[in-house]
């Protein structure tokens, strides 16, 4: 039988090879495309009001596909659905600052 030890060795290297497969994935494989002059996004669901409808979203960056310009992915961002904005309008915030 495995000892623990043995085990917690297997999936810390396990959990290595997840996030190099993420990494690797988010840049060369395309989930969808945005026309030219636009941008891709990943769009979260935060809220939603007492009927189950969303009333609140958070909005990311989606990952560039190399070598493929207007191909995009949301891999690993736990998102709702994937959106394209027109360029610049993603913006992401900027850190609260330290009182």
């Known amino acids: 039988?495995?000892?623990?030890?043995?085990?917690?060795?297997?999936?810390?290297?396990?959990?290595?090879?997840?996030?190099?497969?993420?990494?690797?994935?988010?840049?060369?494989?395309?989930?969808?495309?945005?026309?030219?002059?636009?941008?891709?996004?990943?769009?979260?669901i935060t809220h939603r009001d007492k009927d189950g409808q969303p009333n609140r979203w958070e909005v990311?960056?989606?990952?560039?596909?190399?070598?493929?310009?207007?191909?995009?992915n949301c891999l690993g961002t736990n998102a709702d659905l994937s959106v394209c904005a027109e360029m610049g309008k993603i913006v992401l915030p900027h850190p609260p600052k330290a009182q």
Request: with cysteine; glycine share 6%; aromatic share 12%.
């Open 60 to 72: 990311l960056k989606a990952y560039h596909t190399e070598n493929h310009p207007l191909f995009y």
């Open 1 to 44: 039988m495995p000892s623990i030890k043995l085990l917690t060795f297997f999936a810390i290297i396990a959990c290595g090879f997840a996030s190099a497969d993420l990494a690797s994935d988010r840049k060369t494989r395309c989930t969808f495309r945005c026309p030219r002059l636009t941008e891709g996004g990943c769009l979260r």
